[in-house]
């Protein structure tokens, strides 16, 4: 599957957070040249632990992606653009909905018209959210489902995607968006809940402490970060990804009462507390989701890999070792 990325020209907004890292790692050995964009921003999820072991195989340009002149030099000669930079925490968009409309819209402009203006062949792979579906009317939810987020976040993200795809519709420009749902895995943000409420029930387990369950009877699927990578670097390669939007989805489908079970079963203890859900999440809370992922699986042969509990092991087993570099 890497093969067709060997000696490709790489850009990855976003690069040194989560899943940009882990995406570096597998284009690097693939033999890409790699440069990847972080604002390192704090509260978004950056980390220069994450390049650990591949620094010297990735160039970095800490720059944030609103920076219209930065981003119009580094899309300069790019084969592929992985445009996975974001503000995540919906509550955080809630709080400050300006930042999060310059980050994941108004920037998400400037970068297409970049690549318009000065790299129109780029292929561009946009890492979107299934947040954009707010409530589901029915599960699991298709791509042909109504688009009404719950959230500021969910409404800049679905316009973000949606600039992709017009850029595609009226330039021509090569570009697909892929509708994340909770990805997990190795160097994921644990200090705090503003990336995944599953990092901080492992940071919390590590150390030793009960961790929250909102709710419990929400249900959900997670995508291991592998299986998320191996998605993007389909779309990145395939012709048939351009132009079109695709859920990415994980196995099996539980409840988040079941997902704390599974995470402390293979933590080999622990313990939660449920509680009721706070005021200011319910608003927002989208219920049940689950991906009806199968237009990604007919197009481009994607089917997830790692069981959520060999994913959960995998997390933890990494935290163990590295807590400290990501708790801080």
């Known amino acids: 599957m890497t093969s067709s990325y060997r000696d490709k020209s790489i850009l990855i907004t976003g690069g040194l957070g989560f899943i940009g890292s882990n995406l570096a790692r597998r284009l690097v050995d693939a033999g890409s040249r790699v440069t990847l964009v972080d604002s390192l921003i704090p509260e978004y999820g950056g980390n220069l632990h994450n390049i650990a072991g591949i620094a010297d195989r990735v160039r970095v340009n800490i720059s944030d992606v609103r920076d219209e002149y930065a981003m119009k030099y580094l ?5 592929v653009i992985f445009n996975l930079a974001g503000q995540t925490s919906h509550v955080d968009s809630m709080q400050d909905p300006q930042t999060d409309l310059e980050i994941n819209a108004k920037a998400q402009l ?9 790299n129109p062949g780029v292929k561009i792979v946009f890492a979107s959210t299934r947040q954009i579906y707010g409530k589901p009317d029915y599960l699991p939810v298709d791509e042909n489902h109504p688009l009404r987020p719950v959230d500021v976040n969910g409404i800049n993200k679905m316009a973000g995607e949606w600039y992709h ?14 509708r994340l749902t909770n990805t997990y895995g190795p160097r994921m943000r644990v200090k705090d809940a503003r990336q995944t409420f599953l990092g901080i029930w492992i940071r919390l387990l590590l150390e030793g402490k009960p961790f929250e369950v ?3 009877e929400q249900l ?12 993007l670097l389909m779309a990145g390669q395939s012709d048939a990804a351009v132009g079109k939007v695709f859920n990415v989805g994980g196995e099996p489908v539980v409840s988040l009462l079941e997902t704390a079970q599974l995470l402390i079963e293979a933590n080999g203890g622990g313990e939660f507390i449920t509680r009721t859900f706070p005021a200011d999440r319910k608003r927002i809370d989208i219920g049940d989701y689950y991906a009806n992922d199968s237009l990604l699986r007919r197009t481009l042969d994607w089917q997830p890999k790692t069981v959520l509990q060999d994913g959960l092991r995998l997390t933890l087993e990494f935290y163990r070792e590295h807590l400290a570099r990501y708790s801080a």
Do not use: M, P
């Not at 959900?220 to 191996?230: E, G, I, M, P, Q």
């Open 75 to 79: 899309v300069q000669g790019q084969e």
């Open 110 to 118: 400037s970068i297409l018209e970049a690549c318009r203006k000065y």
């Open 165 to 178: 795809i017009l850029y595609h519709n009226v330039y021509g420009l090569r570009a697909c968006a892929l």
């Open 214 to 216: 909102w709710g419990g």
């Open 220 to 231: 959900r699927d997670f995508s291991y970060v592998d299986d998320t990578v191996a998605a």
